[in-house]
Structure formats: structure tokens, C-alpha cells
């Protein structure tokens, strides 16, 4: 069993979609990612709060084991994001993002969590995702995220990221947008002259398409009837991916890592039937088992 | 093996793609559906052409055993549809739609033909769908396709038809539509509630999504680089679709249904990658069979 490292935000949602609305409710990328990866192995995160920052959370994540001595607590309000879907949910339209104490942010991994074999680095600024990779020591899995936002701003940093990568976990837009092609199926082969052997591309309701060793395998999503709120889906999906490789402590092979983004979907199916991190804070690794056993039924072509 | 009859049109179309342009080419579900279908069991075509129908396109279809007894001659001009797509291919935009010949169209089926087990109704005006339904004795399947132009100007029609469908095939674009659901898996339940026991919803390059005895199947497509034109690519799927069904003479086994529709996107993949029908009128079984097993690769999840 592998330990995983992540660094991403920790931050305070409000959220409005066609089925309700939520103020202030738990989000970010790492608490996503935490929530789900831990479900498989032991998570290190890595991220920065304010004094707002409630003692139930911090709880939530150590409660599964998540270490969260690198959780820095500063002066200042937490991260806050708020933002609006409408029609099929397929897109956010963000209404505001007040960095607070994001903003002067420096990741600093405690001594311990130097040595973790399975590195994610969610989507934040290139510049930061560099300066983790500098206090690290031997990985064997280094992926990351990322958005329009740094492609479109940072793109010579984020290129210097993907020379450094293992595997790019994507939104399809923006493997699109990333490299200019057309579809998704041409976009993972540009990414990865870009440095990432493998690719995923996340294509929510209809799961991912993966590049991996120069073939293609592709996997639908899990059926879901309402779709309560997509937020945090794409970093519950890294969590599940990067949480099984660790389990199995898998670093290359084709098969694996085809299987962690399966996992990586199905994990992502159970955050957007509730609003915040409803769906992950009780979930049991035989819940998902339970639905993995549906999945293979939905998805299977042998009798 | 059963036989199968599809109704709809024979065309000539223009279309241009980011990759290049096709004037008065072969086009029109039923040469799409007659193609892909033929491959698998004997086909039946009702539809009309006019005086510039050519021999050539004829033959095409008699090659591969389909019978064109049903396609009536008459004066005047083959049915046109002149379209363009851009960006990422996923919706034509309609640039000219001459009905011609098929204006006071209304198929009237060869003796012989009415006793076909699998009818395919192509996206056609569904008072016209109904008078084929008149026309046959006791089908296995009656499986249709529609589109947003019969949603929006036919809908009492195409209710009634609905409620005399095996399966409806439809995109998800127009699943939604024709039901108001948010995403693709409550339309499918929806659908249902209007007729057809069996839902197929064709995603594109995304493969589909089934519904059928109140389970859901989702399968990708088959991963292609270069989409030239997704022209036909619905019609071809259904052809698959019906094909497999007819050659195995399955009507309502859920396992066959699944692998029915899988044969109908593999078969659609053909398609996309050129212009027309140039990806189908040389297609061999053995062809799709090569592609049948890299798809079990793209998509097995047991080692």
C-alpha cells in the first residue's frame, strides 16, 4: 500500500443548481480528493484555511484517516467559491471566487509526507504545483489537474508541469482546449508529446477516455437519474483513480490504470447525488463495491 | 436469420466538414441504415428517388443483397440535403433541405415485403411511419428513430407512433427534447413511459446508452482520430443495431439488445471516418469483426 500525497484547496462553496441551493457548504479539490482516495489508502493532504475553518471538518478528514498536519491555519477567511449550473449541469457558471487566504499560499509539506509514493497535484496555479514537486523526494506516480483559468494565464508554467507528470487527469474541454484538437481521442496523443504518459480525460456523464502506453480504453459513467450538483465530481474521480493505484501500490501497468479510472468514475457518480460532500462523508468502500458489481453488469459484452 | 424492412430516404447530399467537402454524394438514412444492416441479414428498402437516381448507387445496394424492389422511380429530383459542421463536429447545421421527390412520397410495400420480422422506421415524417405500420403483418421489432423537426411540428403523430415501438432509437440531444429530462437516463425512463418498451440513446463518440426491461447498459464508442463526417452515423448505428438483432433473430433478450447496440456503434465508427458512405460500401464483416476485438480491449474490465 502506497501513501498518497495531495495539494489542492480547501474552501467554503455556494452552490445553486436546478434541484436546490447550498451557502457556505465543505468543498475544494483536496477535500474531495481526500474524502474519496481514502476510502483506498492513506491520504496526506496538503492546503491552507482560515479561522473560519470548522472543527467538524478537520474532523471529517481525520476520522478517516486523512493526515492533516499540512493543512496550514492562517488569519483570514477560507478559500470561498460560489457558482451556479442550470439546464443538463453540464458547465459552472462561477458568480465569484474570493481567494482570502488562498491568495499568499506557499505549499510546505511536513518532513513526512516528503516520501509519499503517489502525488496529485489538483488544479491549482502551475507555479504552486511546481513548487510541491521541489519537496518531494522519489514519487512513483506524480499527476495533476488543470483548468482553462491556467491555460489560458499560465501556459508556460503549466507546460513545465506536464514535462514532470506521470499522468494528466482533464476535463475534456479542456484537453481541447489544452492542445487544439477537435476531439478527445486526438487530444490525449498531443498531451502526451506535451510529457504526461498517460492521460485521462474526464468526460463527466459519460465517464473518461484513457491514453495509456499508446492505447486507447474508454468507460462510461454510472447511470445517474438526478444529478443533484456536479461540483467536486472531477477531484473525487482523481481521489478514486490515484486511491486504487496506492492500494495496489501500481504504478505503470495498462490494466491498473485502467481500473483506477474506473474507480475514479465511479466514485465521481456518488458525489453528484448531493450537494456538497453529502454523498462522499459516509460512503463505505462497500457501498462501492456494491456499485462496481452494477457497473461491471452495465458495461459488460461477455454472456 | 429474419428479414428486415427500413423506410426512409435516399438522397443526395452536400456537406462540408473542417476536412473537406462532398457535393451530390450518396446519402439518406435508408442507404446508411441498407448498408450497415446488410452485412449481418437480408435487407428490404422502401423509399423514392428521381431521374437522377444513378445505377451506380443502385447496384450498390444489390451488391450487398439488398432488395430494392420497394425504392419507387418516379419524375423529378432525388431528395437534397445540403449541410456543414464545424468545431467538434457534433451538430450539422442545415443549409438547404430540397424535398423533391419525396414531397408527395408515401411508401407502399411490395407484397413480399410485408412479412419482414425486424421494420426499421428511419427518421421520417411519422404520419409516414404509420402508414408503413399499416402495411406490415407481425413484426418481431418495430424499432424508429426521430428527430427535433418531428418534435417540434409532429408531436401528436409522433406520439401515436411511440406508443406502437418495440425500441426507439434517438439522440440524446433529441431524447431530452422530446421529454424535457435533464440528462439522457431519466429521458430513457421517460420514453418508456410513452411506448417503446426499449430506449437506445445514440451519444456520438460518446457510444449509448440503453434502457431496456428497467435496466440500464452504456457502452463507449469506438475511440476514432479523425472524424471527416458524421454524416449517416445514427442511420448506420440503427442498421447495426437491427442487423444484429435479424441475423440472430433475438427480439427481446436484454443480453442481446446490449450487443445489438454495441454492434451499433462499432458500426457507426466506420462511417466517420469519410465522407458519405465511403467507410461502408466496401466494409467487410471481417472488418468489423478486427474492430469487435480491439473494442473488447477498449472496454473489458477483467484482467
Chains 1, 2 share one sequence.
Not at 474524502?35 to 470548522?54: I, M, R, T
Amino acid at each position: 500500500m502506497g501513501r498518497i500525497l495531495v495539494v489542492g484547496s480547501l474552501a467554503y462553496d455556494s452552490v445553486k443548481t436546478p434541484t436546490g441551493k447550498v451557502d457556505g457548504a465543505l468543498g475544494g479539490s483536496a477535500n474531495y480528493f481526500g474524502l474519496s482516495a481514502s476510502l483506498f489508502a492513506p491520504v496526506n493532504v496538503v492546503g491552507v484555511v482560515g479561522e473560519d475553518y470548522k472543527e467538524s471538518d478537520a474532523k471529517l478528514l481525520t476520522s478517516r484517516g486523512v493526515d492533516i498536519q499540512g493543512i496550514e491555519r492562517v488569519p483570514g477567511k477560507t478559500f470561498h467559491w460560489a457558482g451556479e449550473y442550470s439546464g443538463d449541469l453540464n458547465e459552472a457558471k462561477t458568480l465569484k471566487t474570493e481567494l482570502n487566504v488562498f491568495e499568499h499560499f506557499h505549499p510546505k509539506l511536513p518532513k513526512q509526507y516528503q516520501d509519499c509514493e503517489y502525488v496529485f497535484l489538483a488544479n491549482i496555479d502551475p507555479v504552486l504545483q511546481a513548487e510541491v514537486l521541489e519537496q518531494v523526494k522519489s514519487p512513483k506516480v506524480v499527476a495533476a489537474d488543470t483548468m482553462n483559468f491556467w491555460i489560458q494565464s499560465k501556459l508556460s508554467d503549466l507546460k513545465k508541469i506536464l514535462q514532470r507528470l506521470d499522468v494528466l487527469l482533464i476535463n475534456e474541454g479542456e484537453a481541447k482546449q489544452l492542445t487544439g484538437a477537435s476531439n478527445a481521442v486526438s487530444a490525449a496523443e498531443k498531451i502526451v508529446d506535451l510529457g504526461p504518459k498517460t492521460v485521462v480525460i474526464k468526460r463527466g456523464e459519460y465517464g473518461f477516455l484513457l491514453y495509456v502506453q499508446g492505447q486507447y480504453y474508454a468507460l462510461p459513467a454510472f447511470p445517474i437519474k438526478q444529478v443533484v450538483d456536479p461540483t467536486g465530481a472531477g477531484d473525487t474521480f482523481a481521489g478514486g483513480f490515484m486511491g486504487y493505484l496506492a492500494k495496489n501500490d501500481f504504478a505503470a501497468d495498462a490494466f491498473a490504470v485502467k481500473k483506477a479510472a474506473m474507480y475514479g468514475t465511479l466514485l465521481a457518480s456518488f458525489t453528484v447525488q448531493d450537494f456538497s460532500v453529502g454523498a462522499l462523508k459516509d460512503l463505505t468502500m462497500d457501498q462501492v463495491e456494491k456499485r462496481h458489481l452494477q457497473y461491471r453488469e452495465i458495461v459488460s459484452i461477455n454472456a
